[in-house]
């Protein structure tokens, strides 16, 4: 069977970091891009980042431009989402989500991914 699992989300205080994680099992991640995506409570899924199936070519929104940085390791068949400089607006559930692409395609459509995890909450509180 084909997974995604996200791993890392907790609570933090604004101003800290954490790592997201995804994993894959089932398939390998080298021919396809990564996208992170977010949802908060009462508001739509919005796009984090995406990174190209090599790991060459990133996107970001601008709202996490200069504070998040996404990286992938094809031989752990990983994903990560390093994020520093944490917002209470960056409060929601993260999702990964990965979609079939040529090697240094970074498009990654919402409603157009291949797989996706489940999703791992992110709290931003003092």
């Known amino acids: 069977q084909l997974h995604l699992v996200e791993s890392g989300g907790g609570l933090v205080q604004p101003g800290g970091s954490l790592r997201l994680s995804c994993a894959a099992s089932?398939?390998?991640?080298?021919?396809?891009?990564i996208g992170w995506f977010r949802q908060a409570p009462g508001k739509e899924r919005e796009g984090v980042s995406c990174?190209?199936?090599?790991?060459?070519?990133?996107s970001y929104a601008d709202s996490v431009k200069g504070r998040f940085t996404i990286s992938k390791d094809n031989v752990k068949n990983t994903a990560y989402l390093q994020m520093n400089n944490l917002k209470p607006d960056d409060t929601a559930v993260y999702y990964c989500?990965?979609?079939?692409?040529?090697?240094?395609?970074?498009?990654?459509?919402?409603?157009?991914?291949?797989?996706w995890g489940e999703g791992t909450l992110v709290t931003v509180s003092s």
């Open positions: 989500a990965a979609t079939f692409r040529t090697r240094y395609s970074i498009n990654c459509p919402g409603n157009g991914m291949d797989y």
């Open positions: 089932g398939f390998t991640l080298t021919n396809y891009a």
């Open positions: 990174i190209s199936p090599i790991g060459g070519s990133k």
